[in-house]
């Protein structure tokens, strides 16, 4: 996993400061300047030196979510899935930027065989033309992580030994030169960032951006490890072990690693290719039901499933057959987050406003101050848009964006693992409802909620939690006299501590932090003030028109940073007029 460094000290190394310059080059050159000010970067001595940026017209004719698109893929694979991320949360980012973001490519150029062949060697010790009976050099497609090529591979033994042995076609999956330290720097980067818009920005606090960055990091870091969608794959293929409506492609780990992923190459109909599928004789309607089945039985039989089923990443295959690709983001769900969700949808469909508010409660992280009062009246309003529809009419999509605003306006975040799943679920909603434009996803859940909900007042289940919560009493009885007497002996010994936490003070302690800067800055120019004063006194050689040039070189550094300790005061009076 990226690792997020504490961004308290920015971890000034060379590469560091390089692609921090680059960052605010790109966010320069689309009219992005005003960052600086807002994030107070200039006081970390790492700004630019031109603050204006070059008049370009073609450029400020564009809009501002233009702009901001266009730099996020200028800016690389980091900044464009985290534009992709966001480009989904309408709690966070405004309707005119989330409908340009859904815009951002993801196409790159290729980059060399000669570079394919240097990762085969520090992989597997080997070039492809070794492993592979054929290669194709140029890769059928390349996007910000990595690049796919076709080949062949020679897989077991023929029957007949005068036959050919048989052969698979593959796809090879290699990750893009030098890519896990470049985006290991720009998450530390963003990180860095993101901490500073929760220190200078009021308006974006309650985001939590911190927060997104830290889910971000490890929803990025797993993406770019394919040992990880190997064993997704793996798990998922043992997940539909004998399930005759879904093919899961074949891996092979013998020749894959952490840069290298080979799999089958699946011969089918993407979702998208309508008009193929018609040809092909496909019952467009059965497909929609059975992908949106396969779905909702990964989620709520399983609680491990696809989250990113987009129609490019499902094929259809003869028979009806669905097929997913594309495992690198995966989601977990625990069986009490998917009671959670049945639950939200029963009493959305009962109108119990009572139980949606608990229900809401319990499918997210409240900060700050929170009033229930208040929420119960957005509920209200919530449910006078669905109470009249039936359980089959309701739209898995309008219900998820809708919540995500809700929760926005009561600083109210949604946990990953349901935010994956209501992501999912609205996307191969979106996807059934392209094949059939009569689908009803949730009327083809009801088998599924009913399971979940029998589940939930089984005997044995109902036995079990007994069991559980009498065990965790019998534990806490057990340990209560022990740990009673250890208070009393710290209360005894004078170890009880009273830990304070401050809020607000960050100001404060960088203001003192300037300030100590500052007066450092000054004794240094005073003690060289007086050291080239008793040089040039002492008059030690060499001289330049009978003045000790050593002497006359501390003056000239002397004024030099006089110059820039007054410029320094200057620009922060300035800021605060």
Not at 174 to 197: T, Y
Not at 254 to 280: F, H, N, P, T, W
């Amino acid at each position: 996993m990226i690792s997020i460094r504490r961004f308290g000290a920015f971890n000034r190394t060379l590469q560091h400061l390089a692609r921090y310059k680059q960052i605010l080059r790109v966010l320069f050159k689309y009219g992005f300047s005003d960052l600086v000010d807002h994030l107070h970067l200039d006081q970390y001595g790492l700004q630019m030196f031109n603050r204006k940026p070059r008049e370009q017209a073609q450029i400020y004719r564009l809009s501002r979510p233009e702009r901001l698109r266009m730099a996020l893929e200028e800016l690389g694979p980091t900044f464009i899935k985290l534009g992709q991320l966001l480009s989904v949360r309408p709690d966070i980012v405004p309707p005119d930027y989330l409908r340009e973001l859904t815009k951002l490519q993801d196409n790159v150029p290729p980059f060399s065989y000669e570079e394919v062949r240097r990762i085969f060697y520090e992989e597997c010790g080997l070039d492809p033309s070794q492993i592979f009976t054929s290669f194709n050099v140029e890769p059928v497609a390349a996007a910000s992580i990595s690049q796919v090529h076709h080949a062949r591979l020679i897989v077991g033994t023929a029957a007949n030994p005068e036959d050919e042995p048989p052969e698979r076609k593959v796809v090879v999956k290699v990750q893009r030169p030098g890519l896990e330290k470049m985006v290991a720097v720009d998450v530390e980067i963003l990180a860095w960032l993101a901490q500073l818009m929760e220190d200078h920005l009021e308006e974006v606090q309650g985001h939590r951006p911190t927060a997104i960055m830290h889910e971000f990091s490890r929803s990025l870091s797993r993406e770019i490890d394919f040992t990880i969608e190997l064993t997704n794959i793996q798990h998922f293929a043992r997940q539909f072990a004998g399930c005759p409506d879904i093919y899961v492609p074949e891996v092979f780990p013998e020749l894959s690693s952490a840069r290298i992923l080979v799999m089958e190459q699946i011969d089918g109909i993407k979702a998208s290719d309508l008009e193929r599928l018609r040809a092909a004789g496909h019952d467009l309607t059965l497909l929609a039901e059975r992908g949106a089945r396969l779905v909702m039985e990964q989620i709520f039989t399983h609680g491990f499933f696809h989250a990113d089923p987009h129609p490019g990443n499902i094929f259809f295959l003869p028979g009806n057959v669905v097929c997913f690709i594309d495992f690198g983001q995966m989601g977990r769900l625990l069986f009490k987050d998917r009671e959670s969700f049945i639950e939200l949808i029963a009493s959305i469909v009962s109108g119990d406003e009572n139980r949606i508010t608990s229900a809401l409660l319990n499918m997210t992280v409240q900060l700050g101050k929170f009033d229930r009062d208040a929420l119960s009246l957005d509920i209200s309003d919530f449910m006078s848009r669905y109470l009249h529809l039936a359980l089959g009419e309701l739209e898995i999509g309008k219900i998820h964006w809708e919540l995500l605003r809700l929760f926005s306006r009561h600083n109210m975040f949604l946990k990953p693992s349901l935010y994956l799943m209501l992501k999912a679920l609205g996307t191969a909603e979106g996807v059934g409802l392209m094949l059939d434009s009569h689908i009803e996803m949730l009327s083809l859940a009801k088998p599924f909620i009913k399971k979940i909900r029998k589940q939930r007042l089984s005997p044995r289940r109902l036995a079990h939690e007994a069991a559980e919560t009498s065990s965790q009493y019998l534990s806490l009885f057990r340990d209560l006299p022990a740990e009673t007497r250890g208070v009393l002996a710290m209360l005894r010994q004078g170890k009880v501590r009273l830990e304070l936490e401050h809020h607000g003070l960050r100001p404060l302690e960088k203001a003192l932090y300037r300030i100590a800067n500052k007066i450092a800055f000054a004794i240094v120019l005073a003690a060289l003030i007086i050291g080239s004063s008793l040089v040039v006194l002492s008059g030690i050689k060499p001289k330049w028109h009978d003045i000790p040039i050593i002497g006359v070189v501390g003056f000239l550094l002397a004024g030099f940073m006089g110059f820039a300790l007054l410029l320094s005061i200057l620009r922060q009076s300035k800021g605060k007029v």
